[in-house]
């Protein structure tokens, strides 16, 4: 049986700490997807995802934070991607020689870890193990960081994002915001590996913002929306999942691309 | 004499020990508008880096009124050559006016008390009513060229920069980009520089001509500068200047009309 919600109450204040952590996520990851469609990185951040799963698995594997690991490993991602990958066609190609790199390594120190399996593959495709507190305030502090910093930057990003060329006339600093975006990314990924795992990141990166785009063009209602469904997609997810013996990416991820599919149907509808 | 918008002393500009143009000396006044004509590789586009701090001078210097340029400023607009956004994003016709406005603020920011007056004002003047709701995606070359020209005049900036905005636009849309950019950088007193490989479509607007060839350069108004005797004197080799109902045309300077690519921002 997939189901069993007979004792939800009783495990609905075990998974306080994952909700708020999902919550602080789909925001995190709402807004940041913003700019991975406008900025058509969406292959990179599947790049900085492999990266940081191999920081957080080296972590594992030396006894440490893993948090603090995959962040490590998501930021030299972005960063080489950013600082080498200034265009997309070397963007694709340096992620594309990045990512298996990542994900070998992660593998090879996973394969020496000789703890409690789940976590291995937790990491790789998500986990619902209560976020301990520590952890909590971690993950919190970043989704701040990382918030506040784009809604500084969001205007001239997103002219940058747009024209470079005129942005840069104006005197916006094109490649530091591109450098600072990367960071940001890097921080995102690193906070929604612990959630959905490596591999499934660009369901909360990407799909929600990809779906957001389909229904409008309006540069407030996008960021909105796509927030929205983040938001519907991880705590719906965590929701679901609590009543049956399935992690919970399986719920993200299905959650993420009905509404993507819904949206397309709307968009369809509409240019009828 | 007014103060000069731009002041370009002594210039000299060398790429991979060629070099573009030496001894370059161009003082812009308020209200002038300047055609930057030369061959493919002349160093037009360069010369726009340059004020924009973007390339380095290998001698002299650049001054945006009075002050030495730095990378960019909030007193240039610039209206880059036509082609669709390579991005897939989502705004409006409408947003890059705004942006124009505000695009290079950061931080929340709250509307000036005549930003909104300003908008409509520019919209009206580009004939963007109808447009203005529309993806940027969706809209035609000249129409899009249009609200590129808003965005730069918005902000009311002391120097238009324009590099090839006409290319990719049939006749009649030339006419009314230009037309429009005229009017709208003398309406603040805005000085404009204007790039192009075919001055036909400026002609009539402009003042003055800068005309940069195999290293050198000359300056002067159309009737002194668009001459056989100048051009030919400037490339070192025959070169005939035709004039025919107004429209200009010169013939033997290599300058290969119908395949005009910038390789600087390629």
């Given at each position: ?272 | ?118 908008f409509e004002h520019i919209l009206d003047a580009i004939d963007g009513r109808r447009l203005q709701n529309r993806p940027i995606s969706e809209l035609s070359g000249g129409e899009l060229q249009r609200f590129r020209v808003g965005q730069a005049v918005i902000d009311e900036p002391d120097l238009i920069l ?105």
């Amino acid at each position: 049986m997939i189901f069993d919600f007979s004792n939800y109450e009783q495990l609905l204040p075990l998974v306080t700490n994952s909700l708020i952590v999902g919550v602080a996520l789909a925001i995190v990851g709402g807004l940041v997807g913003v700019f991975v469609i406008n900025r058509d990185m969406s292959f990179a951040v599947h790049g900085i995802s492999e990266l940081s799963f191999a920081g957080a698995s080296v972590t594992l594997l030396l006894g440490g934070n893993v948090v603090f690991g995959s962040v490590i490993g998501s930021l030299i991602a972005a960063l080489v991607i950013g600082v080498l990958g200034s265009r997309a066609r070397e963007r694709n190609s340096i992620t594309a020689v990045l990512m298996p790199f990542g994900l070998g390594l992660g593998i090879l120190a996973l394969s020496l870890y000789q703890g409690r399996a789940s976590n291995k593959f937790g990491l790789l495709t998500g986990q619902i193990v209560a976020v301990d507190d520590p952890q909590l305030i971690g993950i919190l502090s970043i989704s701040a960081i990382v918030v506040a910093v784009l809604l500084f930057i969001w205007r001239p990003l997103t002219f940058a994002s747009l024209d470079a060329e005129v942005a840069s006339a104006r005197g916006v600093p094109v490649r530091s915001l591109s450098v600072i975006f990367m960071v940001l990314l890097g921080l995102a990924v690193a906070e929604s590996i612990q959630v959905v795992g490596a591999l499934l990141v660009l369901s909360l990166l990407v799909t929600p913002a990809a779906s957001a785009v389909r229904v409008s063009r309006s540069p407030f209602v996008i960021p909105l929306l796509s927030v929205g469904f983040a938001l519907v997609a991880v705590v719906g997810g965590i929701l679901l999942a609590l009543g049956s013996s399935l992690p919970i990416s399986p719920y993200v991820t299905t959650i993420s691309f009905a509404i993507y599919l819904v949206c397309r149907g709307v968009e369809w509808v509409k240019n009828r | 004499m007014t103060k000069p918008v731009l002041s370009v002393v002594d210039a000299k500009l060398e790429v991979d020990g060629r070099v573009l143009w030496e001894g370059l000396n161009l003082e812009v006044q308020p209200n002038e508008f300047i055609a930057v004509l030369g061959a493919n590789g002349s160093g037009k586009t360069s010369l726009l880096k340059a004020i924009l701090g973007q390339m380095p001078l290998s001698a002299g210097e650049i001054r945006l009124i009075g002050k030495k340029v730095s990378r960019g400023s909030r007193k240039i607009g610039y209206v880059p050559q036509h082609r669709q956004p390579e991005t897939t994003m989502p705004l409006r016709a409408k947003d890059l006016l705004w942006l124009g406005l505000n695009g290079d603020r950061f931080g929340f920011w709250f509307p000036k008390p005549g930003a909104k007056k300003q908008f409509e004002h520019i919209l009206d003047a580009i004939d963007g009513r109808r447009l203005q709701n529309r993806p940027i995606s969706e809209l035609s070359g000249g129409e899009l060229q249009r609200f590129r020209v808003g965005q730069a005049v918005i902000d009311e900036p002391d120097l238009i920069l324009a590099d090839e905005p006409l290319s990719a636009l049939d006749y009649s849309q030339q006419a009314a980009v230009a037309e429009l950019l005229s009017r709208e950088s003398r309406e603040h007193g805005a000085a404009v520089l204007f790039v192009t490989h075919d001055v036909n479509p400026v002609l009539s607007m402009v003042d003055r001509v800068l005309y940069l060839a195999g290293g050198s350069f000359r300056i002067g108004t159309p009737d002194e500068v668009l001459t056989s005797e100048t051009l030919s004197e400037l490339y070192g080799t025959a070169i005939d200047v035709v004039r025919n109902q107004g429209r200009i045309v010169v013939l033997g300077a290599h300058d290969d009309h119908a395949h005009h690519h910038d390789e600087e921002w390629a």
